[in-house]
């Protein structure tokens, strides 16, 4: 067992403080490389990563995030959408429904532990609305957006751990009873 790697892991955090700092075009394809190699149902991949710099559509999306006006400080903003049909082509509803979720959550873990491990912050923003993140960018119909990730040099410490529930309260043995 690598204890590194679940140093690694377990040291993430939800950045929300950013320098503004920018970040090289490198570095920004190499988090949508390392996100993509998520796995997906039946390696189906049916996602796309608009990646946004621009100040103004930043801004946008940070308004259309409910004012969560620390996104616009992020160099770099991934908004990973889902295309639920190339999921529901091979998987019917429950691709279009479920699998395109699971499959964009697990990107954007990715995403999240690439930004950590090359030394930068970020944070999954799931709170938006829908439809004004698909009119800032103009996301065609076919495509759902599903999380935003600002990512950027962090700017002051680290926020400490937050608390979280006792595995004896989350481990359920085989079944209910």
């Known amino acids: 067992m690598n ?13 929300r403080k950013f320098t503004g700092e920018s970040i090289p075009d490198s570095l920004i394809e190499d988090l949508v490389r390392i996100g993509t190699s998520a ?15 621009d ?11 409910f004012n969560q006006n620390f996104i616009a400080k992020a160099p770099v903003v ?12 091979r998987y019917q509803d429950r691709g279009r429904n479920l699998y395109i979720l699971q ?14 491990l090359h030394g930068y912050g970020a944070c999954w923003i799931g709170a938006f609305n829908e439809d004004a993140v698909r009119e800032v960018l103009r996301i065609p119909p076919n495509m759902r957006p599903v999380s935003m990730i600002p990512v950027g ?7 400490p751990p937050r608390q979280r529930r006792n595995i004896s ?9």
């Open 3 to 15: 204890k590194d790697c679940i140093e690694i892991i377990t040291s993430r955090k939800s950045i």
């Open 39 to 53: 796995p997906s149902a039946g390696n189906r991949q049916p996602w796309r990563i608009i990646v946004v710099t």
């Open 55 to 65: 100040r103004e559509l930043r801004n946008r999306l940070a308004s259309a995030a």
């Open 78 to 89: 991934y908004v990973v959408c889902a295309v639920p049909e190339e999921s529901a082509e």
């Open 103 to 116: 499959d964009t959550a697990a990107l954007t873990l990715n995403i999240l532990y690439g930004a950590h």
């Open 153 to 159: 040099k962090v700017d002051g410490p680290l926020p």
């Open 169 to 177: 309260d989350i481990i359920v043995r085989e079944r209910f009873d």
